[in-house]
Every structure is written in C-alpha cells, then in structure tokens.
T-cell receptor
Framework: AQSVTQPDIHITVSEGASLELRCNYS??????LFWYVQSPGQGLQLLLK??????LVQGIKGFEAEFKRSQSSFNLRKPSVHWSDAAEYFC???????????FGKGTRLSVIA | NAGVTQTPKFQVLKTGQSMTLQCAQDMNHNSMYWYRQDPGMGLRLIYY???????DKGEVPNGYNVSRLNKREFSLRLESAAPSQTSVYFC?????????????FGEGSRLTVL
C-alpha cells in the first residue's frame, strides 16, 4: 500500500522568504501526486498535481512542486511567501484515477512579519 | 455548480446518540469518499464507494456505516457516537474524467461528541 511522509509538522518563515515543504512517498510505480492547502476552518483546496510528463509542475498562488523519482519526493516550493500563505499543507498520493488518495499528516505553515 | 455539499456543518452529540452526515455531489462523479481529520493525523479514509451500489472500508471504518443512496449521494452514519469520533469529517468525490484522481472536497462537518 502507498504511504506519504511529511517530515515537518510545523514551519515558520518570514514574509518574503522562500519556502520548501517536503513530501516523500512510498509506492512501487509512478504515483499520482497532489498538494492541497487548508486555511483555518476551511475545506481543502488543490494547489497542484503531478500525473505524468514534466516533473516540475506549476500550481495556483505561485506554488510549484518537483517530482523526483530517484528520491521518491514531491516537494512544494514558493519563491516568496505572503502572509496569506499561512495554512496547513497536505501532500497526497494516489495510484489510479478513481481510488482513494492517501494523505500525509500535514505541515502547518506560519508566516511572520 | 455547488460541487460537493455536506450537511450539517456543525453537530454536537451526546455519547450513544446516532446521526447521519449527508453528502451530495453534482459533478456526475462515480467515486465518493468519507475522510476524517484529526489534529496531527492528517486525513484518514473511513469508507469509500467506487461506484453506485458498492462500498469499501478504508483505514478507520469501526463505528461507522455508509450508504451510497444513488450516484449523487453518499451518507455516513454513526450508530452510537463515542467521544473518539469527535472530528472534522470531509466528503470527497472523483470520476473517470479525472484521470489523475484529483479529489473534490466538501467544506467539512465538525462533529463533537460529549
């Protein structure tokens, strides 16, 4: 069965600084990979996804992520963080189009002035 | 389009009471899911339904039952609520047109069991 590890429970960055959130997965073949964001008290919004093709994917709100097969990773990056990016971020992995996604435990991002 | 709609958004129960969380989607998706979210645990799958008429257990099914009423609706029932079921519950769906498996989520239902 597939699994997802987000090693960082909580990260604090200064506004304007760069950001990288880590995600490692365990699955024998190439998985479908996702990053979702959840603002406090809200539902989950898709930031970006990797299905196939270019391993560097662009998402909404200026986020990008890179799929690295050799490292079983799908890290999320943003060059300059805004205060509104403070939220919880979830990495998820799937194995086909209509099977359940497995989620990591999440990384909470705090942004300081 | 409304997407995925969950009701109720908030509910307080006493231990032993029963309730049903309702979920409906208007995207003609085949598959529907119920997850629970607890602090530090991420989202864990309770039950899912790959198609109308089928349901399968997920990671944490104990204490829950589900019904796939039709293609649009997937309900989650707590027959005898326990404090350990205090959580935020999310319904989600996807379909064969979403070849990459992207899930579409409802806004969540916050349940407190006293």
């Amino acid at each position: 069965a597939q699994s997802v590890t987000q090693p960082d429970i909580h990260i604090t960055v200064s506004e304007g600084a760069s950001l990288e959130l880590r995600c490692n997965y365990s699955y024998g073949a190439t998985p479908y990979l996702f990053w979702y964001v959840q603002s406090p008290g809200q539902g989950l919004q898709l930031l970006l996804k990797y299905f196939s093709g270019d391993t560097l994917v662009q998402g909404i709100k200026g986020f990008e992520a890179e799929f690295k097969r050799s490292q079983s990773s799908f890290n999320l990056r943003k060059p300059s963080v805004h205060w509104s990016d403070a939220a919880e971020y979830f990495c998820a992995v799937g194995i086909s189009g209509n099977t359940p996604l497995v989620f990591g435990k999440g990384t909470r991002l705090s942004v300081i002035a | 389009n409304a997407g995925v709609t969950q009701t109720p958004k908030f509910q307080v129960l006493k231990t032993g009471q029963s309730m049903t969380l309702q979920c409906a989607q208007d995207m003609n998706h085949n598959s529907m899911y119920w997850y629970r979210q607890d602090p530090g645990m991420g989202l864990r799958l309770i039950y899912y339904s790959a198609s109308e008429g089928t349901t399968d257990k997920g990671e944490v099914p104990n204490g829950y039952n589900v019904s796939r009423l039709n293609k649009r609706e997937f309900s989650l029932r707590l027959e005898s609520a326990a404090p350990s079921q205090t959580s935020v519950y999310f319904c989600a769906s996807n379909g064969q047109l979403n070849l990459d498996g992207e899930l579409f989520f409802g806004e969540g239902s916050r349940l407190t069991v006293l």
